[in-house]
């Protein structure tokens, strides 16, 4: 018997994992894959703030950023920046896998090629369901006992069914792709109806190549494959690209993120930043706040929901709001026109803007900068002028 069995060894649940053995509580994670980390498809951006706040491990960090340029549709283009290191870029296997050497550190052991097919709850504990598969591809049911659960399964539902939960009501598709590019020496963000509609591309450079992506409501890959021919792209490919990998991402959080005796956090909770897709903070924010909790539900003896869904309201005061703002401002930012999103670009540092930057602007907490955009001058005519057009059409 554990006290914690964590499914999914990402970030979300290698944080919870260190955190709760770092209490002394006897922690398992299951990882359906043979390798942490593998595979992978994210641009790996995480925001300076969470590396000071949760110590995170540098050693993947390949360098950091305190400026992006945005790219308008028709070519105009705007340096957005701070006096500060904002964001850095990893290398997100490596990432993960020290994330996981930090919980083991801790005290946490890992099962690895094990994937959790169920949970069932009891009175005084849950069983888990597994198949275990080995190198030949041979697979061996089995069976744990946990004092508790907490799935950190990233985009993988599948467990939600038997808990009575919910998926997220809603996604991007992203896809993104490795490519040697020369020139690219800042984030740079590309948004418009032709790259990708309602939502933005990027190409990041993150040591010998750049990731390169798109994310939006349907049809990522093809919008990609075009995006690469894109001339401010395409002049810049030293090889043509050949992979590229697709991911879903939850722009919605599930209605209840808790059951008897079961915690769910990171993307499997969509706690992801709405505005961009980023996910890997708020996971491991997400993940500590459960580890706090469950420790909390253990000393009381009491491992219900009626203790357990303190968890819920702890996350969703501390990033509720966000979520929601996030959620308001992708919906007005996708309705902009290309012709609107080019003349906040060109007006970007004649306006008020640069400075509402300077003020306001924080990497994985988007809500004072959004707030404060929809009061500036420009941000606010745009919107107003849209709904005049639209009423009077
Ligand atoms: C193209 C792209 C770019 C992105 N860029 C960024 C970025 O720059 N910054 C950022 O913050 N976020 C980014 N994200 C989002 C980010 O990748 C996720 O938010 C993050 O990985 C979520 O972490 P997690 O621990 O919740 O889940 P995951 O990292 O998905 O980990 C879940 C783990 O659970 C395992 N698992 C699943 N089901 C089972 C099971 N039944 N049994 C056992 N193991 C299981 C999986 O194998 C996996 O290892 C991006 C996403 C995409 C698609």
């Known amino acids: 018997m554990h006290d ?68 308008s549709p028709r070519g105009s283009c705007a340096t957005v920046g701070a006096d500060r290191v904002m964001a850095y870029v990893v290398r997100r296997c490596e990432f993960d896998q020290t994330m996981a050497q930090r919980a083991i550190a801790c005290g946490a052991s890992y099962l690895l090629r094990v994937r959790c097919v169920g949970l069932e709850q009891h009175n005084d504990h849950v069983t888990v369901t597994a198949v275990q598969r080995g190198p ?24 939600l069914r038997a808990l009575e939960l919910k998926r997220p009501s809603a996604f991007l598709q992203a896809a993104q792709a490795e490519a040697s590019m020369e020139g690219v020496d800042r984030v740079e963000v590309y948004l418009g109806r ?3 509609p309602g939502s933005f591309a990027w190409a990041i450079p993150a040591g010998p190549v750049a990731r390169v992506g798109v994310c939006n409501g349907a049809g990522a890959v093809e919008y990609l494959r075009r995006f690469l021919q894109h001339p401010s792209i395409a002049s810049r490919l030293r090889q043509p690209v050949t992979q590229i990998k697709r991911k879903a991402i939850p722009i919605a959080n599930i209605c209840r ?16 930043k709405v505005t961009t897709g980023g996910g890997i903070s708020y996971g491991i924010l997400c993940g500590d706040m459960a580890a706090a909790t469950l420790d909390r539900a253990f000393r009381l003896g ?32 996708g309705m902009l026109s290309d012709e609107q999103i080019d003349r906040l670009i ?4 004649d306006s008020d803007l640069p400075e509402l930057v300077r003020r306001c602007a924080d990497f994985e907490r988007h809500r004072k900068f959004i707030l404060a955009l929809c009061r500036s001058n420009i ?12 009423s009077l059409s």
């Open 379 to 390: 941000f606010f005519q745009l919107v107003w002028n849209y709904f005049r057009r639209r």
């Open 346 to 349: 060109r007006a970007y540092h």
């Open 136 to 159: 030949e591809g041979d697979e061996a049911r089995m069976t744990f006992r946990a004092r508790s659960v907490v799935v950190a399964t990233g985009i993988r539902y599948g467990l």
């Open 257 to 272: 993120s808790f059951r008897d005796r079961i915690l769910l956090v990171g993307d499997a909770a969509g706690q992801v």
């Open 194 to 196: 032709d790259v990708a």
């Open 4 to 71: 914690v069995i964590v499914v999914g060894a990402g970030p979300a649940g290698s944080q919870t994992a260190a955190s709760l053995a770092q209490r002394g509580y006897t922690v398992l994670v299951l990882e359906e894959h043979p390798q942490i980390g593998v595979p992978t498809n994210c641009s790996g951006l995480i925001g300076a703030e969470a590396f000071e706040r949760f110590d995170l491990p540098r050693d993947s960090v390949i360098r950091g950023f305190n400026s992006a340029t945005f790219f």
């Open 302 to 333: 009491d491992l219900s929901e009626r203790v357990l869904g303190e968890y819920e309201r702890r996350w969703r005061q501390e990033i509720g709001v966000e979520l929601r703002v996030g959620s308001f401002f992708r919906r007005v930012g």
